[in-house]
């Protein structure tokens, strides 16, 4: 069988991939030397050697998720856990015995826009895993008993995540961004929709979209990679496509015309959760960077604007933050905290205050100073081990992510100043029409809930995120 080679990507003049870290300091910072290669089913291949230890990591990475399930929310997320449920010719627990024998990990989920299957493990069982894992990605079983005991654990889980607003607001805050929208659609499903899935579905949907022309094989360790190659190649060569391809499709854009609060009425609450923001970026933006570094000093660590007055000033919480949430189309930017029911209003005055010092103040050159410093600490440390960079090559597929992303960081930190920061922000913070989610006891907290825009009321016990159809 033949492949096509598509790159060859140099790591450039500081850093050669095979002999040195991915981060000898900040300054040098660079991403490794891999390969690319296409072979002719359409499977993506990414092939990177890293030597400092005898471990390799491998992942399938599928162009699938929550925003595929339309009518039956949860189906990408019990399909991706379920590839772990065995194979045709294994099951469950022959697997499990197979990698925890041997010390490896076995991991799989699905996301909103990609689906993932994990391994990590020793150079020297390389041979007995990695077709294990090529046979658990091109043969899954979905055995019936199995995939129903996952089905209710799943729909338990759904039944008491509610208990804790934490572990929702998120969730409702892009049903509220996104409406009816695919990167609207709650990547665990609903107790119903859950409670629905069948195994036929489950067959149908990875038929569907578990396909080499839809996939990538990342493969970061110790290897020779014209030997790993060859394996990759036999393992995975004769995986075929049924059907058309499916096709990009538009996930939908954020919905701020006007400022708006979705109120969800939890009665036990004593406390509130809530998120303010709007829409972001993709995560394959120009300004993905840059905007790190700005988030860091608005809200992305514990000397943050928001954490200090929130938290250390005014001891209305004990934590508040900021975070830019990227897509591969689009994204949302969200200031996250909770705080007791009573001082809703105080917390909720002061977040948008503080929120409000990015155009009032603006940022000096010695703030943004001190967030470069510790964007540099914090940034490369992420991509150190094979696990970590296999997972930014998959991300990198998954949202078509150019190298030259990482391999500039440096610059885009460094070259970043206080009349840039100032129009990033303006660009890229979203400032009016500001949508707000409030988890908490709607009879407490209704009267603040009104100040900041339309109120829509939801209860916290209604299966779903989103409002009852009217």
Same mark, same amino acid.
């Given at each position: 069988?033949?492949?096509?080679?598509?790159?060859?990507?140099?790591?450039?003049?500081?850093?050669?991939?095979?002999?040195?870290?991915a981060?000898?300091?900040?300054?040098?910072?660079?991403?490794?030397?891999?390969?690319?290669?296409?072979?002719?089913?359409?499977?993506?291949?990414?092939?990177?050697?890293?030597?400092?230890?005898?471990?390799?990591?491998?992942?399938?990475?599928? %162009?699938?998720?929550?925003?595929?399930?339309?009518?039956?929310?949860?189906?990408?997320?019990?399909?991706?856990?379920a590839?772990?449920?065995?194979?045709? &010719?294994?099951?469950?627990?022959a697997?499990?015995e197979?990698?925890?024998?041997?010390?490896?990990?076995?991991?799989?989920?699905?996301?909103?826009?990609?689906?993932?299957?994990?391994?990590?493990?020793?150079?020297?069982?390389?041979?007995?895993?990695?077709?294990?894992?090529?046979?658990?990605v091109?043969?899954?079983?979905?055995?019936?008993?199995?995939?129903?005991?996952?089905?209710?654990?799943?729909?338990?889980?759904l %039944?008491q995540? %509610?208990?804790?607003?934490?572990?929702?607001?998120?969730?409702?805050?892009?049903?509220?961004?996104?409406?009816s929208?695919?990167?609207?659609?709650?990547?665990s499903?609903t107790?119903?929709?859950?409670?629905?899935?069948?195994?036929a579905?489950?067959?149908?949907?990875?038929?569907?979209?578990?396909r080499?022309?839809?996939a990538?094989?990342?493969?970061?360790?110790?290897?020779?990679? $014209?030997?790993?190659?060859?394996?990759?190649?036999?393992?995975?060569?004769?995986?075929?496509?049924?059907?058309?391809?499916?096709?990009?499709?538009?996930? !939908?854009?954020?919905?701020?015309?006007?400022?708006?609060v979705?109120?969800?009425?939890?009665?036990?609450?004593?406390?509130?959760?809530?998120?303010?923001?709007?829409?972001?970026?993709?995560?394959?933006?120009?300004?993905?960077?840059?905007?790190q570094?700005?988030?860091?000093?608005?809200?992305?660590?514990?000397? &943050?604007?928001?954490?200090?007055?929130?938290?250390?000033? &005014?001891?209305?919480?004990?934590?508040?933050?900021?975070?830019?949430?990227?897509?591969?189309?689009?994204?949302?930017?969200?200031?996250?905290?909770?705080?007791?029911?009573?001082?809703? !209003?105080?917390?909720?005055?002061?977040?948008?205050?503080?929120?409000?010092?990015?155009?009032?103040? !603006?940022?000096?050159?010695?703030?943004?100073?001190?967030?470069?410093?510790?964007?540099?600490?914090?940034?490369?440390?992420?991509?150190?081990?094979?696990?970590?960079?296999?997972?930014?090559?998959g991300?990198m597929?998954?949202s078509?992510?150019?190298?030259?992303?990482?391999?500039?960081?440096?610059r885009?930190?460094d070259?970043?100043?206080?009349?840039?920061?100032?129009?990033l922000?303006?660009?890229?913070?979203?400032?009016?029409?500001?949508?707000?989610?409030?988890?908490?006891k709607?009879?407490?907290?209704? $009267?603040?809930?009104?100040?900041? !825009?339309?109120?829509?009321?939801?209860d916290?016990?209604?299966?779903?995120f989103?409002?009852?159809?009217?």
């Amino acid at each position: 069988m033949t492949y096509t080679k598509i790159a060859v990507l140099a790591a450039g003049t500081v850093l050669a991939a095979a002999t040195l870290p991915a981060t000898a300091t900040a300054a040098e910072f660079r991403l490794p030397a891999f390969e690319t290669v296409k072979l002719p089913n359409g499977l993506t291949v990414y092939l990177m050697e890293r030597h400092e230890v005898p471990l390799i990591s491998v992942r399938a990475v599928v %162009k699938a998720g929550a925003v595929n399930d339309a009518a039956q929310p949860g189906l990408s997320n019990l399909t991706g856990d379920a590839l772990l449920l065995g194979t045709t &010719s294994r099951n469950k627990k022959a697997i499990d015995e197979a990698f925890d024998f041997r010390g490896a990990r076995l991991a799989g989920g699905a996301g909103a826009e990609a689906s993932t299957v994990q391994a990590n493990f020793a150079r020297k069982d390389a041979a007995a895993l990695l077709p294990l894992f090529a046979e658990i990605v091109q043969q899954p079983s979905f055995d019936e008993a199995e995939l129903a005991k996952l089905r209710d654990r799943k729909v338990i889980g759904l %039944k008491q995540a %509610k208990e804790a607003p934490r572990n929702v607001v998120n969730t409702y805050y892009r049903a509220m961004l996104f409406g009816s929208a695919p990167y609207g659609i709650p990547a665990s499903g609903t107790v119903g929709s859950v409670s629905a899935l069948k195994q036929a579905d489950v067959r149908r949907y990875y038929g569907q979209f578990y396909r080499p022309d839809n996939a990538a094989i990342v493969v970061v360790g110790d290897f020779q990679k $014209d030997e790993m190659r060859r394996q990759i190649e036999s393992l995975f060569g004769a995986w075929k496509a049924a059907g058309p391809a499916p096709q990009q499709q538009d996930n !939908g854009k954020v919905q701020a015309d006007r400022s708006r609060v979705w109120l969800v009425n939890k009665p036990d609450a004593i406390e509130t959760t809530f998120l303010i923001g709007g829409a972001g970026i993709a995560r394959n933006d120009a300004d993905y960077v840059p905007l790190q570094v700005l988030n860091t000093i608005l809200g992305g660590r514990f000397t &943050s604007w928001l954490n200090d007055e929130l938290r250390v000033n &005014s001891g209305l919480t004990y934590g508040a933050n900021s975070q830019f949430s990227v897509l591969s189309q689009t994204g949302t930017f969200a200031i996250s905290s909770f705080t007791a029911s009573a001082k809703t !209003g105080d917390a909720l005055a002061l977040a948008h205050k503080t929120y409000q010092r990015l155009w009032d103040k !603006g940022i000096d050159k010695a703030t943004l100073d001190s967030a470069k410093a510790y964007v540099k600490g914090q940034f490369p440390p992420r991509y150190e081990t094979g696990e970590q960079l296999a997972g930014l090559l998959g991300d990198m597929y998954a949202s078509n992510v150019g190298r030259e992303q990482i391999d500039n960081f440096t610059r885009d930190v460094d070259s970043l100043t206080p009349e840039r920061a100032k129009a990033l922000v303006n660009q890229h913070f979203p400032r009016n029409n500001l949508q707000t989610v409030l988890i908490g006891k709607a009879d407490d907290i209704r $009267d603040v809930a009104k100040k900041y !825009g339309d109120v829509t009321e939801l209860d916290i016990g209604t299966d779903g995120f989103q409002p009852a159809a009217k």
